[in-house]
């Protein structure tokens, strides 16, 4: 009865938000219960499912999914197998009387387990390409769960943080190697945006105090992005994106530098038609195509970016409201068609919805 009354109070919810777009969009217990069961529902199914794995043989070749990887099989892939792990964490600890606490616990216990994350790390290095497997979407993603878990206050979460280290140590290292090999950025609009990978390496680094690693980050987001004016947001997005390039990289420079900085690297950034673009909202003319349903995923994305950004820009600077009140249409337009779209929406969006709902506040 209890979930019943939740499953009701959820839809409600949702359906209000998508009526009232000027109203301030935020996250409650009944819209974080329906979210919640997204994950659920996809984290143990291991098809349909894409490895992007690169085989060296015949052996590997015929490898499923969980022997690949035991942990981060379902959910279609293995970074939102991981970004799906993230959010029912970050849901345990916002609300921990959920209605559908006990199959959360059952299912992160099962799969916060120290032999089982051993063999995870093992598969970085193991095969021919496996050293750049999910670089950087998939490693910032690792992170960010790891930061959730070890800011948990319940002994349940440091006893899975403490399982988590030998994948996150791993993907850490890795990190540290490639970074200063890293030439030039990657602007592009889906998986391998620097910007976003950057930006939650820089969250991991300095929650758990790692100054090498901070130091690389901030030294790359420099080279990267503080000689960047006038940036040519105007021809975004591309067709099936689901982070705005520009905005990532304002993102991650809002955390490297001070406000004052900040605020005059930003005055140059943009000009008045790339702003006028990226607050325009994203046609997703499909929601069942795989590809073209990212275009949801790029209005949450936006209005995490967008809300991050206001707060550290002067309430002078007219872009403040202005982004703020984009990211509130953004989301009570995008929040209820999660659950139109099919597989190809509903093994990844909710973790999107979530993180922009939640953290940046």
Known sequence: MKKMVYTLLSLCSIVCAA?????QTRLTP???FKLSQLPLRCIPVEFPNKTSHLSDGVGDAKLLPSELHPVFYGCLDWHSSVHGHWMLVRLLQEYPDLPDRDIIIKILNNSFQREKMEQEASYFGKYTASNTYERTYGWAWLLKLDEALAQGKDPQFHKWHEAMQPLTQKIVALWKAYLPKQTYPNRTGVHPNTAFGLAFAYDWAKSQKDEVFLKLIIGKAKDFYLNNADIPAYLEPDGSDFFSPSLMAADLMR???????????FSKYYSTRSIKRICE????SDRSDYQTVHLDGLSFSRAWCMKAIAAQLYDTNPNQKLFKATADQFLNATLPQIFDGGYGGEHWLASFAIY???ESK
């Not at 909202?281 to 997703?284: A, D, R, T």
Request: glycine share 4%; proline share 12%; hydrophobic share 50%.
């Open 281 to 284: 909202p994203p046609v997703v």
């Open 255 to 265: 955390r490297v530098l001070n406000q004052k900085e900040f605020n005059t690297w």
């Open 356 to 358: 922009a709902l939640l």
């Open 19 to 23: 009526g009232h777009l000027n109203a």
């Open 30 to 32: 009944p819209i974080a």
